[in-house]
């Protein structure tokens, strides 16, 4: 007789459940169902001026609200071909780094560690490792301190504007961020050792990883994507590889990218080769073969690299902001026109795509947004299954158990991917 | 000591409300031994089941399976908690509820015919459920967060701003960015307790925490018409947080 087994998910961002349909103890589908309310931002920014776009679409996510604040200012500065002076766009890459070092520490410390150390959450945690927990929250602090100092408020941040900045981050503010960097700096290099074991599952469908083109010297931006096999698009062009498919029962839509499941996030953007701070390479030349052709599980291990990598990177980043002259800094008005613009970054969970039309007033005619979770959402299923059917005959709980936790490895953010405009 | 049961809850909503508390990174561990949180999805993977002294509750009601939840939290708590601008005025998935239509907001988004009648507009917990407490703010500060729980473990309530954010903008000796430099800021009408942050930056106030009491809506109408803003564009920012507003005698 049939049976479904359903397991509504936990210590993720959002609001999802994965249903497991048996014949026995047979597996004969998975559903992963992606269920936070549409918000349907999409739809609501047409009609709003360009300059509220990167104000209201930043509220997606609040985990990833800086990135998608600088993937739709990057857009809307797109469209208008506006150029931001060296100020704002080191400015920019510096809180990218420090969202980069706030969600790493929050998802693997708070949300992952608990499964490695075999208790269910926050609490478990803060009993049985109090030390770790404090690193790691210590971690997350100077993260959000880069990104409250920079962007003026920590989570939707304000000071990041289109055009360039509210106000230039002072001299003193920057020494006291390096400073609190130096300090987290040696946890971040140990980090990778936490995260080295990754779980007993049987093995599961190795990623066709898809990141962004590494990007030039203090950008956080690049024109191009590029897939596994040496298969690239241009950001520009992403409508035409990106194809969306509405599930009925899932928000998020079901992406497949130059015809394949794609896997984004920490694990992709390594394993297609970016270029790493001196520490951070040092450590990915040590356990590269963890990694490498491995499955979604290493996405752990890669995400402590790039914690170390962006803390490594602010430090840079600040130094070179104290280099720059004071008072420089060199906004732009934009001026709007008709037109459309798009632009990719990494978020800490992967590619994200930001793209929108304008009217000769500067009104916005379309907007679409492709976040990570909603690029994953296909090799998430895929996996499921594979997991699912691996461990076929095995006890109910500890299926569903292994399942959570193979999610929770993607680092999903499901609140961020249930609205997908219709191509 | 009885610790008080807590439930923290998300509903329709980007969890920047209940990632505020996470980032109380220095109040964290104090907090996990003072409450016992029995119900935080976000954090936690078990339930430690009903009743609860405190529902913390983030989020807009916009499915049938939010108000079901909403329900359930009620009915198990002592007090209900409204956190966040969501939560209390509906919030930025609620900026078109009185000039669009669900429906056609939806099709636009899925193709006709697809994701029918599974969602409804995003309304204020308060339409529902009486409400004990709100916290507002988009995200909340994390003071006025720590602030309610602190409250909390005393058996009370915490006292929150009732002034607008240009009082304590002006406090801070800010550029006035309304009459100064003739922008579109919302301060004289929206509530403080973010020690005016956007306009310290030199940004106008986007209005995330919503009205103060008493806000005077016509005379900034006024003020801001005057100045050469549309009715149009000014509305559309009002409404951005919170889609109704009482525009008194300038209607």
């Known amino acids: ?423 | 000591m009885n610790r008080p049961r807590l439930a923290i809850a998300g509903l329709t909503a980007c969890s920047g409300c209940q990632l505020t508390l996470l980032n109380c990174e220095e109040d964290l561990a104090e907090v996990a031994a003072r409450f016992e949180l029995v119900s935080f999805p976000m954090a936690e993977s078990v339930e430690g089941g009903e009743p609860f002294a405190a529902a913390i509750v983030e989020g807009a009601v916009s499915t049938p399976h939010d108000l079901a939840n909403l329900f359930r939290l009620r009915n198990s708590s002592r007090l209900l908690v409204a956190l966040g601008t969501c939560a209390i005025f509906g919030g930025v998935a609620a900026m078109n509820n009185v000039v669009s239509v669900r429906e056609e907001l939806v099709a636009a988004v899925y193709g006709k015919g697809e994701k029918k009648g599974e969602s409804f507009a995003p309304a204020p917990l308060e339409n529902f459920v009486s409400v004990d407490f709100s916290i507002t703010g988009c995200p909340p500060e994390k003071h006025e967060v720590i602030a309610l729980l602190s409250a909390l473990l005393s058996g009370t309530l915490p006292p929150l701003a009732t002034y607008p954010v240009c009082t304590e903008c002006r406090s801070r000796e800010n550029l006035c960015l309304l009459l100064e430099r003739k922008e579109l800021c919302l301060g004289p009408v929206i509530r403080g307790g973010c020690h005016a942050r956007c306009p310290a930056t030199g940004i106008v106030c986007e209005g995330c925490r919503g009205p103060v009491r008493e806000a005077n809506v016509a005379q900034e109408l006024e003020l801001l018409l005057e100045r050469g803003f549309g009715r149009d564009e000014v509305e559309r920012r009002l409404r951005r947080f919170r889609p109704e507003w009482n525009y008194g005698q300038r209607r």
């Open chain 1, 1 to 423: 007789m049939g049976s479904v087994v359903e397991l509504n998910l936990t210590r993720v961002e959002g609001h999802g459940s994965v249903k497991v349909y048996r014949e026995g103890s047979r597996v004969e589908r998975v559903e992963l169902c992606l269920t936070d309310s549409p918000r349907l931002f999409e739809a609501l920014l047409v009609g709003k001026s360009y300059l509220e776009v990167p104000e209201i679409v930043c509220r997606i996510c609040s985990l990833c609200s800086t990135v998608h604040k600088v993937a739709a200012l990057l857009a809307v500065e797109n469209a208008f071909g506006v150029e931001v002076s060296e100020a704002t766009a080191l400015t920019r890459a510096l809180i990218m780094q420090g969202g980069m070092i706030q969600d790493h520490a929050l998802h693997l410390y708070c949300l992952l560690l608990p499964d490695l150390l075999g208790v269910p959450g926050l609490t478990g945690l803060a009993q049985k490792a109090p030390e770790l927990l404090k690193t790691g929250l210590a971690v997350k602090r100077v993260g959000n301190m880069i990104q409250e100092t920079v962007g003026g408020r920590l989570i939707h941040p304000v000071n990041i504007r289109l055009g360039g900045l509210g106000l230039q981050v002072g001299k003193k503010e920057l020494l006291r961020l390096r400073q609190e960097l130096l300090s987290v700096i040696p946890a971040c290099r140990e980090a990778y050792r936490l995260f080295r074991t990754p779980f007993p599952f049987p093995e599961l469908p190795s990623p066709n990883a898809l990141a962004l083109e590494p990007c030039e010297n203090g950008q956080v931006t690049s024109a191009r994507c590029r897939m596994g096999g040496g298969n690239s698009f241009a950001v520009a062009a992403y409508r035409e590889a990106v194809e969306e498919s509405v599930l009925p029962y899932s928000n998020a839509k079901y992406s497949k990218v130059m015809g394949k499941e794609a896997t984004v996030g920490s694990l992709a953007r390594l394993c297609l080769g970016v270029s790493l701070s001196t520490q951070a390479q040092a450590i990915f030349d040590e356990v590269k073969h963890e990694i490498l052709d491995k499955d979604i599980r290493g996405n752990s291990l890669a995400q402590a690299i790039e914690l170390c990598d962006a803390a490594e990177r602010a430090l840079e980043l600040i130094d070179r902001l104290l280099d720059q002259a004071p008072g420089a800094l060199g906004n732009v008005t934009p001026v709007p026109c008709q037109g459309s613009g798009s632009a990719a970054c990494e978020a800490p969970r992967g590619l994200l795509i930001h793209s929108y039309g304008f009217d000769a007033d500067g009104i916005c005619t379309y907007a679409d947004v492709v976040t990570p979770t909603a690029l994953n959402q296909g090799a998430m299923a895929r996996d499921l299954l594979a997991l699912a059917r691996g461990m076929e005959g095995e006890d109910t709980e500890k299926m569903t158990m292994a399942l959570e936790r193979m999610i929770r490895c993607y680092d999903p953010c499901i609140s961020c991917s249930v609205h997908v405009l219709k191509a």
